[in-house]
T-cell receptor
Framework: EAGVAQSPRYKIIEKRQSVAFWCNPISGHATLYWYQQILGQGPKLLIQFQNNGVVDDSQLPKDRFSAERLKGVDSTLKIQPAKLEDSAVYLC????????????FGSGTQLSVL | GNSVTQMEGPVTLSEEAFLTINCTYTATGYPSLFWYVQYPGEGLQLLLKATKADDKGSNKGFEATYRKETTSFHLEKGSVQVSDSAVYFCALSPLSGGYNKLIFGAGTRLAVHP
C-alpha cells in the first residue's frame, strides 16, 4: 500500500516568512497527526485530526501555526511568520483511528529558518 | 503529566552484542507503550508495543516488557546486527478520550559496527 506522502522534502526560508507543508495520509485512515521534531529531541505532537475535526491542538502555537484537513483527507500545516526556533523536521502520520492502532509516518519536511 | 525518559545515546556496540535501551515513563492511569525505530533516511515505524502490565512486545528479535511496578519498558535484543543501526524512540499513549495519541522520548541512537 502507498505510504504517507509529504512535501516538500526540504525547505529553507528566512525568519518572518511564511511556509506551508502538505500531507496525504494513507487511504482510509481517519486520524492524521502533525508532529514537530527538533534536532536531538523526540517528536512533539502539534495537532491531531479525527476525520476533518480537531481532536487535540493543545501544543500548537496558534499565533503563528495553523492547520487544516480538507474533506477529511489531505492536510496542510502553515507557519506565518516563521521564527528561528521553528527549524525542525515536520512529520505527518496517519492511523485507522482506534486505540492502540499503529501510526504510519511520512518521511517529513525538514525546515530551516535563517 | 505524561512523559517518557530514555537513556542518552549514542550506544555503540559490536555485532552480536547484547542490547539494552532503558525507558521509563510517567503517566496517569495505564497507558499503552511502544517502541518506534527510525532507520537512516526513512520514516519512523512501529517496532513493538504492549498495551497492559506484564505484556511483552516482540518483533525482529527485539523485545520489551511492560513493568508497571517500575514504570519501565526497556528494549532488549540478544544479538544485534549492523542493520539494527538506527534511532529508537520509546513512546506512550495515554488513550485519553479513546484516541491514540503518542508522547515520545528523546530517542536513543544505536550504532552497530562489524
Amino acid at each position: 500500500e502507498a505510504g504517507v506522502a509529504q512535501s516538500p522534502r526540504y525547505k529553507i526560508i528566512e525568519k518572518r516568512q511564511s511556509v506551508a507543508f502538505w500531507c496525504n495520509p494513507i487511504s482510509g485512515h481517519a486520524t492524521l497527526y502533525w508532529y514537530q521534531q527538533i534536532l536531538g529531541q523526540g517528536p512533539k505532537l502539534l495537532i491531531q485530526f479525527q476525520n476533518n475535526g480537531v481532536v487535540d491542538d493543545s501544543q500548537l502555537p496558534k499565533d503563528r501555526f495553523s492547520a487544516e484537513r480538507l474533506k477529511g483527507v489531505d492536510s496542510t500545516l502553515k507557519i506565518q511568520p516563521a521564527k528561528l526556533e521553528d527549524s525542525a523536521v515536520y512529520l505527518c502520520a496517519s492511523s485507522l483511528g482506534g486505540p492502540n492502532e499503529k501510526l504510519f509516518f511520512g518521511s517529513g519536511t525538514q525546515l530551516s529558518v535563517l | 503529566g505524561n512523559s517518557v525518559t530514555q537513556m542518552e545515546g549514542p550506544v555503540t556496540l559490536s555485532e552480536e552484542a547484547f542490547l539494552t535501551i532503558n525507558c521509563t515513563y510517567t503517566a496517569t492511569g495505564y497507558p499503552s507503550l511502544f517502541w518506534y525505530v527510525q532507520y537512516p533516511g526513512e520514516g519512523l515505524q512501529l517496532l513493538l508495543k504492549a498495551t497492559k502490565a506484564d505484556d511483552k512486545g516482540s518483533n525482529k528479535g527485539f523485545e520489551a516488557t511492560y513493568r508497571k511496578e517500575t514504570t519501565s519498558f526497556h528494549l532488549e535484543k540478544g544479538s544485534v546486527q549492523v542493520s539494527d543501526s538506527a534511532v529508537y524512540f520509546c513512546a506512550l499513549s495515554p488513550l485519553s478520550g479513546g484516541y491514540n495519541k503518542l508522547i515520545f522520548g528523546a530517542g536513543t541512537r544505536l550504532a552497530v559496527h562489524p
